[in-house]
């Protein structure tokens, strides 16, 4: 079966600092991935999503950028981090396309920026 | 651009009762998903119950159901004999049907709490 991992659980970094998520993906090939982020009492927003090694496609302009260096492997990073950076961090796949249209959610990140 | 209407921000229903938490969204498209995703306090989410929009019976998955009205771009979702651990955040999100898959719309959520 296929599960998503999301490291760290929880993490609190002061304005100005870089920043670095990383989501990895297991027992499925060649995912379609996603980076959301949830404001507090808000919706999520789409942030990247990859349709395969090094392609990644960006929603919002923001200090934020992501990377696939592997095909499981998903990394949201940031060189100097902003207060309105802080939310709730989700990362979720999908099956390639064509298939497995349901997106899994990982267990996301806490990211407080003080 | 797809847009997703959750138009109940709270909700609340009485533990063994029914409620139906309502979503509407707007699109040019024909061919697409719906799904209803649940996040509990753990704020883990996860998915309930999805819709083909080429499909016109409703989906069920054990006690969660749709009303998928495709003209009308209704997807609302009824959660039968309510248990205590239904409390959550709901989501309805779309999913528009390209060669390839593309990422969800979200609503802005409905929270609903099942009270004993």
């Known amino acids: 079966s296929q599960t998503i991992h999301q490291w760290p659980a929880t993490l609190v970094q002061p304005v100005g600092s870089p920043l670095s998520l990383e989501c990895t993906v297991e027992g499925t090939s060649n995912p379609n991935l996603y980076w959301y982020r949830q404001a507090a009492g808000r919706g999520l927003q789409l942030l990247f999503y990859s349709v395969g090694i090094g392609q990644i496609s960006s929603e919002v302009p923001q200090n934020l950028s992501a990377s696939r260096p592997q095909d499981r492997q998903f990394i949201l990073s940031s060189k100097k981090l902003l207060l309105s950076d802080s939310g709730f961090y989700l990362c979720?796949?999908?099956?390639?396309?064509?298939?497995?249209?349901?997106?899994?959610f990982g267990p996301g990140t806490r990211l407080t920026v003080t | 651009a797809q847009t997703v209407t959750q138009s109940q921000p709270e909700m609340s229903v009485q533990e063994a009762e029914t409620v139906t938490l309502s979503c509407t969204y707007d699109?040019?498209?024909?061919?697409?998903?719906l799904f209803w995703y649940k996040q509990p306090p753990s704020r883990q989410m996860i998915l309930v119950i999805r819709?083909?929009?080429?499909?016109?019976q409703n989906a069920t998955e054990n006690r969660f159901s749709v009303n998928f009205q495709k003209a009308a771009k209704s997807f609302s979702l009824k959660i039968s004999d309510s248990q205590l651990g239904d409390t959550a955040m709901y989501f309805c999100?779309?999913?528009?049907?390209?060669?390839?898959?593309?990422?969800?719309?979200f609503g802005k959520g409905t929270r609903l709490s099942v009270i004993a």
């Open positions: 999100a779309f999913m528009k049907l390209n060669s390839g898959n593309t990422p969800l719309v």
């Open positions: 979720a796949w999908s099956g390639a396309s064509g298939t497995l249209y349901e997106q899994y």
């Open positions: 699109t040019s498209e024909n061919n697409y998903y």
């Open positions: 819709q083909e929009a080429y499909k016109q």
